[in-house]
C-alpha cells in the first residue's frame, strides 16, 4: 500500500512557475515508476510527465515538453514537478500516481496508487 500526498498547488499568474510535491509513504517507493496526471473541467485526465523508478528515464507530453520537469528522490519518499511558463491551459487538478512497474507508463490504468489532487490556477 502507497500512500501520495501532493502539495505545491495554487495560484500562478502566466510566465510563472510552481512546484509541485508529491509525498509517498511506504518503503518501497523505490519500486515504483511514478508519473503527474492532470485534469480539467470537462476534460479527460492526461498524462503531464513521468519518471521510471530509478529515475533515470522520464516522459513529457507535448504540451509541456521543455517548460516542465520531473524529479524523483528515492531517499526522501518524493517526487517532484517543477512547471516554468505557465500557461492558461495548465490549469487544472494535477494528480501524483505510482505505478508498481520499472518502466515509466503513460497510460493512466496502468497506476496503482493515486493522490487526492491539487488544484493549479493560472491568472493573468
Known amino acids: 500500500q502507497v500512500q501520495l500526498v501532493e502539495s505545491g498547488g495554487g495560484l500562478v499568474q502566466a510566465g510563472g512557475s510552481l512546484r509541485l510535491s508529491c509525498a509517498a509513504s511506504?518503503?518501497?517507493?523505490?519500486?515504483?515508476?511514478m508519473g503527474w496526471f492532470r485534469q480539467a473541467p470537462g476534460k479527460e485526465r492526461e498524462i503531464v510527465a513521468a519518471?521510471?523508478?530509478?529515475?533515470?528515464?522520464?516522459y513529457y507530453a507535448d504540451s509541456v515538453k521543455g517548460r516542465f520537469t520531473i524529479t524523483r528522490d528515492n531517499t526522501k519518499n518524493t517526487v517532484h514537478l517543477q512547471m516554468n511558463s505557465q500557461k492558461y491551459e495548465d490549469a487544472a487538478v494535477y494528480y501524483c500516481a505510482a505505478g508498481l512497474t520499472d518502466a515509466l507508463s503513460t497510460w493512466y490504468g496502468r497506476y496503482d496508487y493515486w493522490g487526492q489532487g491539487t488544484q493549479i490556477t493560472v491568472s493573468s
Open positions: 511506504g518503503r518501497t517507493f523505490s519500486s515504483y515508476a
Open positions: 519518471i521510471n523508478r530509478r529515475g533515470s528515464n522520464s
